[in-house]
């Protein structure tokens, strides 16, 4: 969709954050490069990208730890470059949650209000009201160091909600915590911060968390924004080989475009001719470029016989290299040697109901050309 300057400068001024051409220089090194996005009020928006994409730099940014080398930060309309941290009305939790650990959790979720000096009776029934929020109401008299990883990742949040910010900035505070808990305080930001509508930008490089907390992700690598999207969208028509394999588990196969028609290309791979396979959302993909075939590894099957495998387009014989049961799902390793030799993870999520493989047999692998995606090898998955 294209914006005249006008619906554009509107849009900025309705969202609660607005990040505009920001690139940030360290000597000759770009550790974020043109990012532009907005944040509508009251959405959930996590930037997503493996370690040391620019995520962490973006988001001290907006918190004001920081200046852009070039480019400007608009929160509430107003541009920020100039307003110190302190002046700028934002909660955060960050991984190091920086609580007082000899004060109870009352003081800590109190402590934003008496900075900002508020009277005695606002305080209390604001720290109330925020620990019952959090789901710790009775638990005001306990002391940081008498309570759960869990418990004290509450405080935090109450503690950075309390002064009811404008903004809630989140830097993988849920990193240290075990898989367990971290599922249910993912579940937990998200119902907290649905409650209060309050905008919130999370930092992970966990794309489940960002699956399952946000309204839309921003994928990042090497400083630059790969992809904007809802988390749907962004599993399901990924903007490049990048996103296709930093999102889910895909499977790639290299070779040259063959043919292109519409939004269709056939693609040679190890003397296989694949036709009618969809075209990915990134640039044009033209006849004889080499190209990246992804499939992700939930759309493979795998069988013994190949009835099982009619309703599939493509198939192949493979080995099986390795099989993990993981309760829910199996996870196949299958070697592909018509395929030049590739390796395919294949997710089979009926293990109970399906024959489960062992390694060293043989089997056949299938897929459907629809749900393979062509990206043009100037963005190469690795
Ligand atoms: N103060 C600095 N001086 C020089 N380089 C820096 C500085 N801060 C960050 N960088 C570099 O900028 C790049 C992006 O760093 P950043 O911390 O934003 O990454 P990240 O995506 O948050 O990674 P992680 O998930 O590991 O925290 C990295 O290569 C980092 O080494």
Same mark, same amino acid.
């Given at each position: 969709?294209?914006?005249?300057?006008?619906?554009?400068?509107?849009?900025?001024?309705?969202?609660?954050?607005?990040?505009?051409?920001?690139?940030?220089?360290?000597?000759?090194?770009?550790?974020?490069?043109?990012?532009?996005?907005?944040?509508?009020?009251?959405?959930? *928006?996590?930037?997503?990208?493996?370690?040391?994409?620019?995520?962490?730099?973006?988001?001290?940014?907006?918190?004001?730890?920081?200046?852009?080398?070039?480019?400007?930060?608009?929160?509430?309309?107003?541009?920020?470059?100039?307003?110190?941290?302190?002046? /700028?009305?934002?909660?955060?939790?960050?991984?190091?949650?920086?609580?007082?650990?000899?004060? !109870?959790?009352?003081?800590?979720?109190?402590?934003?209000?008496?900075?900002?000096?508020?009277?005695?009776?606002?305080?209390?029934?604001?720290?109330?009201?925020?620990?019952? *929020?959090?789901?710790?109401?009775?638990?005001?008299?306990?002391?940081?160091?008498?309570?759960?990883?869990?418990?004290?990742?509450?405080?935090?949040?109450?503690?950075?909600?309390?002064?009811?910010?404008?903004?809630?900035?989140?830097?993988?505070? *849920?990193?240290?915590?075990?898989?367990?808990?971290?599922?249910?305080?993912?579940?937990?930001?998200?119902?907290?911060?649905?409650?209060?509508?309050?905008? !919130?930008?999370?930092?992970?490089?966990?794309?489940?968390?960002?699956?399952?907390?946000?309204?839309?992700? +921003?994928?990042?690598?090497?400083?630059?924004?790969?992809?904007?999207?809802?988390?749907?969208? $962004?599993?399901?028509?990924?903007?490049? $080989?990048?996103?296709?394999?930093?999102?889910?588990? !895909?499977?790639?196969?290299?070779?040259?475009?063959?043919?292109?028609?519409?939004?269709?290309?056939?693609?040679?791979?190890?003397?296989?001719?694949?036709?009618?396979?969809?075209?990915?959302?990134?640039?044009?993909?033209?006849?004889?470029?080499?190209?990246?075939?992804?499939?992700?590894?939930?759309?493979?099957?795998?069988?013994?016989?190949?009835?099982?495998?009619?309703?599939?387009?493509?198939?192949?014989?493979?080995?099986?290299?390795?099989? +993990?049961?993981?309760?829910?799902?199996?996870?196949?390793?299958?070697?592909?040697?018509?395929?030049?030799?590739?390796?395919? /993870?294949?997710?089979?999520?009926?293990?109970?109901?399906?024959?489960?493989?062992?390694?060293?047999? /043989?089997?056949?692998?299938?897929?459907?050309?629809?749900?393979?995606?062509?990206?043009?090898?100037?963005?190469?998955?690795?």
């Amino acid at each position: 969709m294209n914006l005249s300057n006008g619906a554009r400068e509107s849009a900025a001024a309705q969202a609660a954050v607005s990040v505009k051409n920001v690139s940030m220089r360290y000597d000759d090194f770009y550790a974020v490069r043109d990012a532009s996005f907005d944040v509508p009020k009251g959405k959930f *928006l996590t930037i997503l990208g493996p370690s040391g994409s620019g995520k962490t730099t973006l988001l001290r940014l907006i918190a004001g730890f920081g200046k852009p080398t070039s480019g400007e930060i608009f929160i509430g309309g107003q541009p920020v470059s100039a307003v110190p941290p302190h002046k /700028r009305v934002i909660g955060m939790v960050f991984q190091k949650l920086a609580l007082f650990p000899h004060m !109870t959790a009352a003081q800590n979720v109190a402590f934003p209000l008496k900075m900002r000096r508020h009277d005695a009776r606002t305080i209390a029934d604001q720290v109330e009201r925020y620990l019952e *929020l959090v789901k710790l109401g009775g638990f005001g008299s306990r002391r940081i160091h008498e309570m759960s990883g869990g418990q004290q990742q509450r405080v935090a949040i109450a503690r950075a909600l309390v002064f009811e910010p404008d903004l809630l900035l989140l830097d993988e505070p *849920l990193a240290a915590l075990d898989v367990k808990l971290r599922e249910e305080m993912q579940l937990e930001f998200r119902r907290i911060q649905k409650e209060l509508g309050v905008t !919130t930008i999370n930092v992970t490089h966990d794309q489940r968390e960002a699956m399952v907390v946000s309204d839309e992700v +921003i994928v990042m690598n090497d400083g630059l924004i790969q992809q904007r999207a809802n988390p749907v969208a $962004a599993y399901r028509t990924p903007q490049n $080989a990048f996103v296709a394999n930093f999102i889910g588990v !895909t499977n790639f196969l290299e070779g040259p475009a063959t043919s292109v028609s519409g939004n269709e290309v056939a693609f040679r791979c190890a003397g296989h001719e694949l036709s009618g396979i969809s075209v990915g959302s990134g640039p044009e993909i033209k006849a004889g470029m080499s190209c990246s075939g992804a499939i992700r590894a939930e759309q493979i099957r795998v069988a013994a016989a190949p009835e099982k495998l009619a309703d599939l387009t493509f198939r192949f014989p493979g080995e099986i290299i390795d099989a +993990i049961f993981e309760g829910e799902r199996m996870v196949y390793e299958v070697n592909v040697a018509e395929l030049g030799g590739v390796s395919f /993870r294949v997710f089979d999520h009926d293990p109970i109901g399906h024959t489960q493989f062992l390694p060293g047999e /043989r089997v056949l692998v299938g897929w459907n050309p629809k749900d393979m995606h062509v990206f043009g090898n100037n963005h190469s998955p690795n």
